[in-house]
Antibody, heavy 116, light 109 residues
């Protein structure tokens, strides 16, 4: 069965960076891209970007493109999302999801808290 | 890249039908057939209800249906049930980026 398992919650100070992982299983990793979506507490879903698991091509949300990097490791079927220069506005649950256009399979979410 | 516009809340009684609208522009919702809808219960992962405007993944009841007219997409839930009470999000894929709506809270009275 398809599974996406994300790394555990993180607490970071303002200005720091965070790297969240998303390990895929149950399907051929390079056949699908991985999308990252975040949700601030009490707020809606926000698309962050997408990475092709096949060749590493990426598309990022305009507002994040200077601070976010998405990568993948095909040897371990794992996708990564790194966000730099964190502020309190980046406090959110971060989700990975399989695919680029619509998402039936999601990770369990990773809570990133930015606090001094 | 502005968010799609959804009503903040809708409500209905059990057995009734409700429709949630999702308004974009001729550059996103109006230009592509890639509108999807997600249901999210509090503290849970979003669940895909509709993709490609009208398609339902296997396992999603046919009480949920999607449509689109011009720059506005809609999700209709018929035969409302108490478990339908949740947040609903529309989403429009436009190639190099994707937009979400702000979300609609559905209350089953």
């Amino acid at each position: 069965q398809v599974q996406l398992v994300q790394s555990g919650g993180e607490v970071k100070k303002p200005g720091a960076s965070v790297k969240v992982s998303c390990k895929a299983s149950g399907y051929t990793f390079t056949n699908y891209g991985v999308t990252w979506v975040r949700q601030a507490p009490g707020h809606g879903l926000e698309w962050m970007g997408w990475i092709s698991a096949l060749n590493g091509d990426t598309n990022y949300a305009q507002k994040l493109q200077d601070r976010v990097t998405m990568t993948r490791d095909t040897s371990t079927s794992t996708a990564y999302m790194e966000l730099r220069s964190l502020t309190s506005d980046d406090t959110a649950v971060y989700y990975c999801a399989r695919g680029g256009r619509d998402w039936s399979y999601w990770g369990q979410g990773t809570l990133v808290t930015v606090s001094s | 890249q502005s968010a799609l516009t959804q009503p903040r809340s809708v409500s209905g009684s059990p057995g009734q039908s409700v429709t949630i609208s999702c308004t974009g522009t001729s550059s996103d919702v109006g230009a592509y057939k890639y509108v999807s809808w997600y249901q999210q219960h509090p503290g849970k992962v979003p669940k895909l209800l509709i993709y490609d405007v009208t398609e339902r993944p296997s396992g999603v009841p046919d009480r949920f249906s999607g449509s689109k007219s011009g720059n506005t997409a809609s999700l209709t839930i018929s035969g409302l049930q108490s478990e339908d009470e949740a947040d609903y999000y529309c989403c429009s894929y436009v190639g190099s980026y994707t937009l979400f709506g702000g979300g609609t809270k559905l209350t089953v009275l």
